[in-house]
């Protein structure tokens, strides 16, 4: 009776044993299957996005360069135009200022099609095509239209001044609400979430069986979630504050 039970005791406890190990490899597993699948579904996919994201930033990043560099090019054309220049000299003339140098791609392509030998307004309405900077691109337009006709270009662009002022003043209103968003946005990712996360992970530690592991949780929120907000947020303020520079 002595053996049959010492037996069943250490049969009981191998089985307690095996289970014991048996349970804390499909946690394991499971912590692994969960880590994998966050890794398949937001992190690869987020890298691609990116890869695929990062031209089109670029693109409209140089487009709100140009941007603020707009006005600038406008009052160095209008002098050009009442010195007496006229309105293709003083658009090949523009490349050779170092204050218009964020231009020089479009300036360059403007003087090399008209040594060419291409119709000025055909070489504009192409440029203006291609340009990320929208207010240019109408600059080009409208030049390309009146050179076309004949008509004076400097009250076409005495006006695009003055309006250009208009938009820039309804723009700075929208950018100040957008930046007040993207801060609140910044505040409840960057501050409140790590919170939420540090209650799910304290009380998943309680669990017997967490579906994840509490440090998993950590690591991708201390070294993925906040530092990926931070950095968005400083790229998207700058990105959003450079429509309004002057």
Same mark, same amino acid.
């Given at each position: 009776?002595?053996?049959?039970?010492? @037996?069943?005791?250490?049969?009981? *406890?191998?089985?307690?044993?095996? /289970?014991?190990?048996?349970?804390?490899?499909?946690?394991? %597993?499971?912590?692994?299957?969960?880590?994998? %699948?966050?890794?398949?579904? %937001?992190?690869?996919?987020?890298?691609? &996005?990116?890869?695929?994201?990062?031209?089109?930033?670029?693109? *409209?990043? =140089?487009?709100?360069?140009?941007?603020?560099?707009?006005? !600038? &090019?406008?009052?160095?054309?209008?002098?050009?135009?009442?010195?007496?220049?006229?309105?293709?000299?003083?658009?090949? =003339?523009?490349? +050779?200022?170092?204050? &218009? !140098? +964020?231009?020089?791609?479009?300036?360059?392509?403007?003087?090399?099609?008209?040594?060419?030998?291409?119709?000025? +307004?055909?070489?504009?309405?192409?440029?203006?095509?291609?340009?990320?900077?929208?207010?240019?691109?109408?600059?080009?337009?409208?030049? /390309?239209?009146?050179?076309?006709?004949? !008509?004076?270009?400097?009250?076409?662009?005495?006006?695009?001044?003055?309006?250009?002022?208009?938009?820039? =003043?309804? =723009?700075?209103?929208?950018?100040?609400?957008? @930046?007040?968003?993207?801060?609140?946005?910044? @505040?409840?990712?960057?501050?409140?979430?790590?919170?939420?996360?540090?209650?799910?992970?304290?009380?998943?530690?309680?669990?017997?069986?967490?579906? &994840?592991?509490?440090?998993?949780?950590?690591?991708?929120?201390?070294?993925?979630?906040?530092?990926?907000?931070?950095? *968005?947020?400083?790229?998207?303020?700058?990105?959003?504050?450079? @429509?309004?520079?002057?």
């Amino acid at each position: 009776m002595e053996v049959v039970a010492y @037996v069943t005791i250490m049969i009981i *406890a191998v089985v307690v044993v095996v /289970g014991l190990i048996i349970l804390n490899m499909i946690t394991t %597993l499971i912590n692994a299957i969960v880590t994998t %699948l966050l890794i398949t579904f %937001l992190v690869i996919p987020a890298s691609l &996005l990116m890869m695929l994201l990062i031209p089109k930033i670029v693109y *409209a990043n =140089r487009g709100f360069k140009l941007e603020s560099k707009y006005l !600038r &090019l406008l009052y160095f054309l209008s002098t050009f135009i009442v010195a007496g220049l006229g309105i293709t000299k003083a658009l090949i =003339r523009l490349k +050779d200022f170092e204050e &218009l !140098r +964020d231009f020089n791609i479009e300036l360059e392509l403007i003087a090399n099609e008209v040594y060419l030998g291409k119709d000025l +307004d055909e070489v504009l309405h192409y440029v203006a095509s291609i340009t990320p900077c929208k207010s240019f691109a109408s600059l080009l337009t409208t030049i /390309g239209n009146v050179s076309k006709s004949g !008509r004076d270009v400097l009250p076409v662009i005495n006006y695009l001044i003055d309006n250009y002022f208009i938009d820039i =003043r309804s =723009r700075m209103e929208e950018v100040i609400d957008y @930046v007040s968003i993207l801060s609140e946005a910044f @505040v409840v990712i960057a501050l409140i979430f790590p919170l939420i996360v540090s209650i799910i992970a304290s009380t998943s530690t309680l669990a017997p069986f967490g579906i &994840l592991d509490p440090y998993v949780l950590l690591i991708i929120t201390t070294l993925l979630i906040v530092p990926s907000s931070s950095l *968005a947020y400083y790229i998207l303020v700058d990105y959003v504050m450079s @429509v309004v520079q002057l």
